[in-house]
C-alpha cells in the first residue's frame, strides 16, 4: 500500500494563541518575546504573527531589534505564557490523536501523522483526512494550520513549509520529482546554513543539481554518510518512520457556564470531565500517579495543583483527590473567580507494567513499616 505521511503545523502558534485571547489585540501586528529581564527589552523574539512578519520581524530577533522595526507603528508585544500555549497544543495533539493511529509529536504546535491505515493508501482520502484536521481544529480552537502531504516524513515536512499559512500541500509519489526540480538546497529540511555554504560554493543550489552531483566530491566535502544522506534527501528519499512517543499526560479542561468561586459548581463539572478522562484511560490503557487540578481564572492566569497518589487507573479516586485540591486552592484564594477548569492525570504508566509499580510499593511499605529487628 502507498505510504502516507502528514505534517501538520500551526501557524504562527503562540502569536496566534494571544491574538485568540484578547479581542483588542486582534488584527494587529503581535510580537511575543522571553524577556530575559537583565534590563527591560532584553531578551529574543520568540515568534511573530505574519503581520509583524511583513515588518521584518522574526523568530531569534533580539527584541531590541524587533523594537526598531516597529517604530511608528501599532505593534504589540508580549512576554511568553508556555502554561497556556502547553495547554492548547495538548488538546490539538488530542485532535490529531482522534484522527489517526499513529502520531509523532515532534513540538508543540508541530506533529507527523502517519495515515496509510486511514487513507487506505489513497491520496483523495488523504485530503478528506487533512481537510477535517484543519475544519476541526479551526473550529474547536479557533486556529489555523498548514499540512503537508507526502510519501514519506521529509516530503511532508517541506510540502507544510510550501504554502503557510493555512496552507494544504499534497506531493503524490508521481509528484515528488517537479516539487524538488526547482527547490533551493535551503529549503531542503534539516539542511543548515553551512552546508547550504559549502554547496553553494560547490554550484550547487537546487535539490536536483544537488541530487546529480558527484557524489564523489560531495563525500570529499561531507564524508560519506551525510553525502549520502545529502543526495538521498535531494531526491526525497526518507525511510524514518513515525514514531509514537509514551504520552505522557492526559487532561480535560472545559469553561464553566459562568465565572464563579463556588465549590460544588465547579466539581460538578469536573464530575463532568471525569468520563472524558476515563474513557481516555482506558482507551490508553494506564495507570496514573500524579492526580492535578487545572484552573484559569478571569485574569486568564493558570494555576495547577497536583498530588501523588498510589498507581491507579480509577477516575472516582482522581474526583476525590481533585475535590481536596479544590478546597485547598479556593481557600488560598478567597473570593477568586475560575472561567475555566481542568483535571490532569500524570506519571503514567502502562496498565501492563503497572503489576510490577504495585508489587514495588507494596515492597517498599512493607519494608518501611517492618520492625528494624537488628536493634532487638
Ligand atoms: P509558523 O509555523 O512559521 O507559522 O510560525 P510559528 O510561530 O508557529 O513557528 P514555529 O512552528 O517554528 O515554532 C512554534 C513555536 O515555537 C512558535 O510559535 C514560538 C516557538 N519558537 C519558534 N522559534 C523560536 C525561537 O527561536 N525562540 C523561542 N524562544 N521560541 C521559538
Ligand atoms: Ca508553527
Known sequence: MQRIVLHVDLDSFYASLEELRNKQIQGKPIVVCVFSGRTEDSGAVSTANYRARELGIKAGMPIVFAKRLATDKDVVFLPVDMDYYHAVSERIMEILEEETDI???VSIDEAYLDITGRSSGDWDNAQ???EEIKRRIRA????TCSIGIGPNRLLAKMASE???????TIVKESQVNDFLRELPVSDLHGVGDKTVEVLNELGIKTADGLATFDLLILVGKFGKNRAKMLQEKAQGIDDTPVEPREIQQISRIATLKEDTSDLETILE???ELSTDMKDRIEKKQVVFRTASIITIDTDLKLHTRGKTIKPTDDVSLLLET???LLEGFLEDNP???MRR??????NLACKADSRNLEGLDRYLDQTLTRPDRSRR
Open 103 to 105: 502520531i509523532q509529536q
Open 128 to 130: 478528506r483526512i487533512a
Open 140 to 143: 474547536e480552537e479557533g486556529l
Open 162 to 168: 510550501r504554502k503557510k499559512p493555512d496552507g494544504l
Open 269 to 271: 463539572k469536573l464530575r
Open 322 to 324: 481533585s475535590r481536596s
Open 335 to 337: 473570593g477568586k473567580k
Open 341 to 346: 477548569v481542568g483535571m490532569r492525570v500524570s
